[in-house]
């Protein structure tokens, strides 16, 4: 079972910032925070990820709790095409014997951003 | 930007034919990884490889056997087509263990069905 929990749903005015929240109450020290987002019949698309402190890049920004309990993902100007489902997965970034490889992505949360 | 390239983006063959998936990567990644995807399932995972020659069974490799010869390439292969392996194949990329920070990089997903 995923160790998250995201809304199933949210709507996001175009050129609004988008806060797709994700709560991860039983995250271990040594776990990662990773978002994903899949566009309807591509493969899944890396946005970012983080262990404790904030984090941005080119795509996003990733604002973790103090507790690391919950955080949230910011799409700062959500466009037409940032409609999408955005999955929140917690994981160690390596581990041998194929933990690497196991991504449990949960239902996720669809974003519609609407004109 | 990693791009990771899969052959073909839809199939259709018929049950017991031999199907082969390929998959290229061009950011000299030492991991690469098959998975499956289906509806109410997410994402499973069926083989992968940390290195050239290298593999390693997943959650649901029964049916499946895999190939990488180069490092770049990591091909999936049917031996012989079953309906219930129609779905949507997914292969994804990663850097080795001590580059590795858990990001995983997707291909654009082979949708197959199986008739």
């Known amino acids: 079972d995923a160790k998250t929990t995201q809304p199933p749903s949210m709507d996001c005015a175009e050129g609004r910032a988008a806060n797709l929240p994700c709560n991860h109450s039983?995250?271990?020290?040594?776990?990662?925070v990773y978002w994903y987002r899949q566009i309807h019949s591509q493969g899944p698309q890396y946005i970012i990820h983080g262990l404790k402190n904030n984090e941005t890049n080119e795509m996003a920004s990733l604002i973790i709790t103090e507790d690391r309990k919950s955080s949230t993902l910011i799409l700062p100007h959500a466009t037409l095409r940032d409609t999408a489902v955005y999955y929140c997965?917690?994981?160690?970034?390596?581990?041998?014997?194929?933990?690497?490889?196991?991504?449990?992505f949960g239902k996720g949360t669809k974003l519609s951003v609407k004109p | 930007d990693v791009k990771v390239t899969q052959s073909s983006r839809y199939l259709v063959k018929r049950t017991g034919e031999k199907v082969f998936l390929e998959c290229v990567q061009d950011?000299?990644?030492?991991?690469m990884f098959w998975y499956r995807q289906d509806p109410g399932l997410g994402l499973r995972l069926i083989y992968f490889?940390?290195?050239?020659?290298?593999?390693e069974k997943g959650d649901i490799p029964e049916g499946y056997s895999v190939s990488r010869e180069k490092k770049e390439r990591f091909s999936l292969i049917l031996e012989s087509a079953s309906t219930n392996q129609t779905s949507m194949y997914l292969c994804a990329s990663s850097l080795g263990t001590t580059r590795n920070t858990g990001e995983l990089f997707f291909g654009e997903g082979s949708r197959l069905t199986v008739l």
């Open positions: 039983t995250i271990s020290g040594n776990e990662y």
């Open positions: 490889s940390y290195d050239v020659k290298m593999k």
């Open positions: 997965i917690v994981r160690v970034a390596w581990d041998y014997g194929g933990s690497q490889g196991n991504l449990i």
């Open positions: 950011m000299d990644h030492e991991n």
